[in-house]
Nanobody
């Protein structure tokens, strides 16, 4: 079993910055992908950014150049540095870990609210 705990959400004005962090614990494989997703009211959950254990990253076009995902494999943590925030970034942000444990499985955190005011 894997547990994910996010922190760092809050309220910020447009143009500001926030940093989200997620700590994973439990039975964690050396080879996995960690990611941040978000879900705004009335919208489907969408991928924001992901990072493999190799360090390879992937970003949604809407956040490229503004957000940076990073991870510390030794500490099983993933972070999301969010700069130049926009009101449309307002959402609940979820940490996800995807790994193979006999089959590919997604583990999710409980989510943290990010609110960007105009």
């Amino acid at each position: 079993q894997v547990q994910l705990v996010e922190s760092g959400g809050g309220m910020v004005q447009a143009g500001g910055s926030l940093r989200l962090s997620c700590v994973a614990s439990g039975s964690i494989s050396s080879f996995n992908t960690m990611a941040w997703h978000r879900q705004a009211p009335g919208n489907q959950r969408e991928l924001v950014a992901s990072i493999a254990s190799s360090g390879r990253t992937n970003y949604d076009d809407s956040v490229k150049g503004r957000f940076t995902i990073s991870r510390d494999n030794a500490k099983n943590t993933v972070s999301l540095q969010m700069n130049s925030l926009k009101p449309e970034d307002t959402a609940v942000y979820y940490c996800k870990l995807n790994q193979f444990s006999g089959f590919w499985y997604d583990y999710w955190g409980q989510g943290t609210q990010v609110t960007v005011s105009s």
